[in-house]
């Protein structure tokens, strides 16, 4: 059978089933399920789970990667999500942030995975929020020590202002700036 | 530049955008544009909206085809739904019902 190619330039929003060979160096956001490869290239990004029988990624992905035969990361694959397959390689350059499991039995118990996950992001998120009360505590203090100039608190609440900016930034800008730094280093 | 292709056996649900070439031989449901020609090979299933500079089809397709340029129903082809180009032709032993707007 004939391999179905998304190329790069070529966006999918929804999913791709069904049985053949999938290369895809576009973008996709969906779900990928085919029986046959999966080759996801260079260029390929793709937002959503990925299975298939041998899965090789050289490209980024958001999303989950079951192989029933194999999953292989390469150079320049960034992926931000669970792996599983019997047979895992991860090649030098290969970035991986997410739980990786590479036993036969590892298809029957997905649900467990899922499970697991939801808990451990919102124990991570709260985390990362905890620094910004820490600012307040520090501005009291001038206020206390230096009552006798009004103005110097109303500049003090501007410090506050910034608390919000310290959003989580998403995994993937990171990886994808090292990818970038190696790009134009190589 | 790289054409995308969707093989026999491959189903893709939902929309999908290209800047090049699409050759289609498997089943798409819901929402084409492509800013080259598509390609419906015979045995193809797509049930969406075309949206191309350029339209060839030998396979079934249910859904409206807006091209800038040309409509080709080819021998075996079957189109259900209107069809808005500057040029069509619908060969001998092709199937089609809709209406036609040819900017006249």
Do not use: Y
Request: hydrophobic share 45%; charged share 20%.
């Amino acid at each position: 059978m004939s391999t179905t190619v998304i190329a790069a330039g070529t966006w999918v929003r929804g999913s791709i089933q069904g049985e053949g060979d999938v290369t895809v160096a576009g973008r996709v956001d969906g779900e990928i399920e085919v029986a046959g490869d999966v080759t996801l290239d260079g260029t390929a990004l793709v937002k959503g789970n990925v299975s298939g029988a041998r899965i090789v990624v050289r490209g980024a992905v958001a999303g989950d990667l079951s192989g029933t035969s194999a999953v292989l990361l390469e150079d320049g694959a960034r992926v931000v999500g669970d792996v599983r397959a019997p047979s895992l390689g991860v090649g030098d350059g290969a970035l991986v942030r997410g739980r990786i499991e590479t036993s036969d039995a590892a298809g029957s118990r997905p649900s467990a995975s899922h499970a697991q996950r939801p808990a451990a992001r919102p124990a991570a998120a709260p985390a990362k929020a905890a620094p910004p009360p820490r600012p307040a505590p520090r501005v009291e203090p001038p206020k206390a020590a230096a009552p006798h100039a009004p103005p110097k608190p109303a500049a003090a609440p501007a410090p506050p202002a910034p608390k919000p900016p310290p959003p989580v930034v998403p995994a993937m800008k990171k990886g994808a700036k090292a990818a970038l730094k190696k790009r134009v280093a190589g | 530049m790289a054409t995308t292709i969707l093989s026999a056996g491959i189903t893709i649900e939902g929309e999908l955008t290209s800047d090049d070439d699409i050759e289609i031989a498997g089943t798409v449901r819901g929402k084409i544009s492509c800013k080259d020609a598509i390609t419906i090979a015979s045995g193809a299933v797509v049930e969406a909206e075309l949206t191309a500079s350029k339209v060839a089809l030998a396979g079934a397709v249910t859904g409206n085809v807006v091209a800038e340029d040309r409509v080709d129903i080819q021998v075996g082809g079957r189109l259900i739904g209107d069809v808005r180009a500057a040029r069509l032709t619908i060969a001998d032993g092709a199937s089609f019902k809709g209406n036609v707007d040819m900017d006249v």
